[in-house]
């Protein structure tokens, strides 16, 4: 990436949800930016607050957010997104307004940078009279679908009956009614509510997208264009885009680095799902034998919390371990894109979160894919039916399917084609962040966009 020094300072407040999948990109963002001449300030609340350590370069502003143990251990996040707008808008503005006061002597430009999620930095911005622009952590496939949803309301698509799952959605191929992005978000009228909201406070002057605008979702993008008429800047994949750091909420277990070394190329299947998603004892006790009777070798985030109702520490079935034996290796965290990068990885189960998605799709590994809720969903039936790098896992937690799909994967002439399509698509996505390419291309218009105010 090319590095500009802006004339005056320009210094841009980066305001990231407090949830791991929607942190991670934000700090990749601000290290992206960095390196083109910016100062960069992470605005973050106490909950889940970044690690300072790792940032050296940025400076972090913490917001008292006031979040109740109810608030950040619920399982609707749809009431804790409630909450923090709620709750942050007023100590933003005061602390935002302290930091301008004490640099005031300094020619600078104050941008605000927020995930779209914590639209309460818009209200403060506009009070301010500060520009802002909207960081999408989600796709635009996922952004459309889930913009769509009132007007399905409306028209009397929504509710929908359970006969009408497997339906295709008008206006929305190739999604049925059972892959739209309210799966356990809430209410419909809620989620409805929060998307009204949401149109109503919109005055950004740009949207930052992490996708790959020319690669993956042209279509959703354009129609989104029309909708929102503000500057589109794809510049995705930001993981990819931005120098590497360590932007995880947990500790990662890096040993799983040297078994993997271990391993035969294209191997190994990685399991994760990610970092709010659970299963019970039973849908893991199925997940484990489904695995130990694939004969597959298999590297399996099991994370603290991740299994309902369980008060022991040990929650792999008895004899599992013994029936592995060195096959298997089950860690708490994962150095994720480290491990997707590894030549021994030839597979990953995941929940089909966004992140997870395009660290997938830019090492060229293909996909079981399990989504749990929002837009995961979207993401899951994109993988398997337009970009055809995944195979839906279609008949729930039972071990027969479980065997049955990770052999299709792994070892079946099928799974060979989807890693042979996964890896024509990491070619292609490499060429979008080269020069000349449309996400490098797009950076720069970023930048440029920027410094023109």
Same mark, same amino acid.
């Given at each position: 990436?090319?590095? %500009?020094?802006?004339?005056?300072?320009?210094?841009?407040?980066?305001?990231?949800?407090?949830?791991?999948?929607?942190? @991670?990109?934000?700090?990749?963002?601000?290290?992206?930016?960095?390196?083109?001449?910016?100062?960069?300030?992470?605005?973050?609340?106490?909950?889940?607050?970044?690690?300072?350590?790792?940032?050296?370069?940025?400076?972090?502003?913490?917001?008292?957010?006031? =979040?109740?143990?109810? &608030?950040?251990?619920?399982?609707?996040?749809?009431?804790?997104?409630?909450? /923090? !707008?709620? !709750?942050?808008?007023?100590?933003?503005?005061?602390?935002?307004?302290?930091?301008?006061?004490?640099?005031?002597?300094?020619?600078?430009?104050?941008?605000?940078? $927020?995930?779209?999620?914590? *639209?309460?930095?818009?209200?403060?911005?506009?009070?301010?009279?500060?520009?802002?622009?909207?960081?999408?952590?989600?796709?635009?496939?996922?952004?459309?679908?889930?913009?769509?949803?009132?007007?399905?309301?409306?028209?009397? +698509?929504?509710?929908?009956?359970?006969?009408?799952?497997?339906?295709?959605?008008?206006?929305?191929?190739?999604? #049925?009614?059972?892959?739209?992005?309210?799966?356990?978000?809430?209410?419909?009228?809620?989620?409805? %509510?929060?998307?009204? &909201?949401?149109?109503?406070? #919109?005055?950004?002057?740009? /949207?930052?997208?992490?996708?790959?605008?020319?690669?993956?979702?042209? @279509?959703?993008?354009?129609?989104?264009?029309?909708? *929102?008429?503000?500057?589109?800047? @794809? /510049?995705?994949?930001?993981?990819?885009?931005?120098?590497?750091?360590?932007?995880?909420?947990?500790?990662?277990?890096?040993?799983?680095?040297?078994?993997? &070394?271990?391993?035969?190329?294209?191997?190994?299947? $990685?399991?994760?799902?990610?970092?709010?998603?659970?299963?019970?004892?039973?849908?893991?006790?199925?997940?484990?034998?489904?695995?130990?009777?694939?004969?597959?070798?298999?590297?399996?985030?099991?994370?603290?919390?991740?299994?309902?109702?369980?008060?022991?520490?040990?929650?792999?079935?008895?004899?599992?371990?013994?029936?592995?034996?060195?096959?298997?290796?089950?860690?708490?965290?994962?150095?994720?894109?480290?491990? =997707?990068?590894?030549?021994?990885?030839?597979?990953?189960?995941?929940?089909?979160?966004?992140?997870?998605?395009?660290?997938?799709?830019?090492?060229?590994?293909?996909? /079981?894919?399990?989504? *749990?809720?929002?837009?995961?969903?979207?993401?899951?039936? $994109?993988?398997?039916?337009?970009?055809?790098?995944?195979?839906?896992?279609? +008949?729930?937690?039972?071990?027969?399917?479980?065997?049955?799909?990770?052999?299709?994967?792994?070892?079946?002439?099928?799974?060979?084609?989807?890693? %042979?399509?996964?890896?024509?698509?990491?070619?292609?996505?490499?060429?979008?962040?080269?020069?000349?390419?449309?996400? *490098?291309?797009? =950076?720069? &218009?970023?930048?440029?966009?920027?410094?023109?105010?």
């Amino acid at each position: 990436m090319e590095t %500009q020094t802006p004339n005056r300072r320009h210094r841009l407040v980066l305001v990231p949800c407090p949830l791991q999948g929607h942190i @991670s990109p934000m700090l990749e963002l601000g290290t992206i930016l960095l390196s083109k001449g910016f100062s960069i300030t992470i605005a973050h609340t106490m909950f889940n607050a970044p690690n300072p350590s790792n940032h050296p370069d940025f400076s972090f502003l913490p917001i008292f957010d006031n =979040l109740s143990d109810h &608030d950040t251990t619920t399982t609707n996040l749809m009431a804790l997104g409630k909450a /923090i !707008n709620t !709750n942050c808008e007023a100590p933003f503005l005061k602390c935002l307004a302290r930091m301008m006061e004490e640099n005031k002597s300094l020619d600078q430009v104050v941008w605000i940078i $927020y995930d779209a999620l914590v *639209y309460f930095a818009e209200a403060v911005a506009k009070s301010m009279k500060l520009p802002s622009i909207i960081l999408r952590t989600a796709g635009a496939c996922a952004v459309l679908a889930f913009d769509t949803i009132p007007w399905l309301q409306a028209e009397g +698509h929504l509710p929908c009956q359970d006969s009408m799952l497997q339906d295709l959605v008008p206006s929305l191929h190739p999604l #049925r009614f059972k892959d739209l992005p309210i799966s356990k978000m809430g209410s419909l009228d809620d989620i409805v %509510q929060l998307i009204m &909201d949401s149109r109503r406070i #919109r005055s950004s002057s740009a /949207i930052i997208w992490n996708t790959i605008a020319d690669l993956l979702e042209h @279509s959703s993008l354009e129609q989104l264009h029309q909708c *929102y008429n503000v500057p589109f800047f @794809s /510049i995705g994949p930001l993981h990819k885009m931005a120098p590497a750091t360590s932007t995880s909420l947990l500790i990662e277990d890096t040993d799983c680095i040297e078994w993997l &070394d271990k391993q035969a190329p294209s191997s190994v299947l $990685y399991i994760s799902l990610g970092s709010l998603a659970t299963v019970d004892k039973k849908e893991l006790a199925e997940m484990a034998w489904g695995l130990a009777n694939s004969g597959q070798p298999f590297l399996w985030v099991v994370r603290p919390g991740s299994v309902r109702d369980s008060e022991s520490p040990e929650v792999l079935p008895e004899g599992f371990k013994e029936k592995i034996g060195e096959r298997g290796h089950v860690v708490k965290w994962a150095p994720q894109k480290e491990v =997707l990068a590894h030549g021994a990885v030839g597979g990953f189960w995941s929940h089909c979160g966004w992140n997870s998605t395009l660290e997938s799709i830019c090492e060229g590994v293909p996909l /079981i894919c399990m989504p *749990y809720f929002a837009d995961q969903n979207v993401n899951a039936r $994109y993988l398997c039916h337009v970009w055809k790098v995944g195979l839906e896992l279609e +008949h729930g937690l039972e071990r027969s399917e479980i065997e049955k799909v990770v052999k299709r994967l792994m070892t079946d002439k099928e799974g060979e084609e989807l890693r %042979q399509r996964a890896g024509d698509m990491k070619e292609k996505v490499e060429l979008c962040m080269s020069e000349g390419g449309s996400s *490098y291309k797009s =950076l720069n &218009d970023l930048a440029e966009f920027i410094l023109s105010f």
